[in-house]
C-alpha cells in the first residue's frame, strides 16, 4: 500500500513538473512570437522615419510632383499595427504595400532628375531605404519564423490539450501581399 502511494504521488508530480514546463514553454513561445513582431514593426518604423527626409530631398528637385509625394505621405499615415488578429495582420501588410508602391513611384521619378540621382544626401537615404528594406525582410522572415515554432508546439500532442485549456492560440504568419509575384513595371 505504502509503495502505491509513493508512486502515485512521484507520477502526480512528475505531471505536475511537465503541465509547468509546457506552460513556461509555450508563454516563452508566445512572447518570442510578439518580440519578432515588434522587430517587425521596428524596422518599419525606421523606414518610416526615413521616408519624410527622402521626400523632402526630392522635392527640392522635382516640386512638381505634388501629387506622387502626397501619395507616399498618405499611405505612410495608414500603417497601423496594434493588434495581431488576422485582418488587422492583412490590413497592416497592405497599408505597407501601399508604402512600398508609392516609395517605387517616388524612386522612379529621379530619373527624370540627374542632379538629383547624383546628389550625395540622396543617395545616402536611397540607401538607408534598401539596407531597410532588407532589414524588413529579415525581420519578417524571423517573425514568420518564430510564428512557425509556437503553432507548431501548440498543435502537437499532448501540448496542443494543453494549449487549447490555457487559451494559447494558433498566431498569424506574414504572408506576401497579393500581386508582389509579379515583378513591377517602371516606366519613364
Known amino acids: 500500500m505504502k509503495k502505491s502511494v509513493i ?22 513561445m508566445d512572447e518570442n512570437v510578439s518580440s519578432q513582431w515588434a522587430n517587425v514593426e521596428t524596422q518599419y518604423q525606421r ?12 522635392k527640392g ?15 505612410r499615415s495608414k500603417v497601423d499595427a496594434n493588434d495581431l488578429t488576422p485582418e488587422k495582420l492583412a490590413e497592416y501588410q497592405k ?13 522612379a521619378i529621379t530619373e527624370n532628375y540627374p542632379d538629383l540621382k547624383a546628389n550625395q544626401n540622396f543617395l545616402e537615404l536611397q540607401a538607408q531605404l534598401e539596407g531597410t528594406e532588407n ?4 525581420a519578417r522572415k524571423n517573425f514568420n519564423d518564430a510564428a512557425q515554432a509556437y ?19 494558433k498566431r498569424t504568419y506574414f504572408e506576401a501581399a ?8 517602371v516606366k519613364f
Open 61 to 75: 528637385y522635382a516640386s512638381h510632383e505634388k501629387e506622387t509625394h502626397e501619395g507616399v505621405v498618405e499611405a
Open 95 to 107: 497599408a505597407q504595400g501601399a508604402v512600398t508602391s508609392a516609395l517605387g513611384k517616388l524612386l
Open 135 to 138: 532589414r524588413i525582410n529579415v
Open 7 to 28: 508512486i502515485l504521488i512521484a507520477v502526480v508530480a512528475v505531471i505536475i513538473i511537465w503541465a509547468i514546463s509546457a506552460y513556461n514553454g509555450l508563454v516563452s
Open 178 to 185: 497579393e500581386g508582389t509575384e509579379k515583378a513591377p513595371e
Open 47 to 58: 523606414r518610416a522615419d526615413l521616408i519624410p527626409n527622402l521626400v523632402n530631398t526630392v
Open 151 to 169: 503553432n507548431t508546439s501548440i498543435r502537437r500532442f499532448p501540448k496542443s490539450i494543453f494549449a487549447s485549456v490555457f487559451g494559447f492560440e
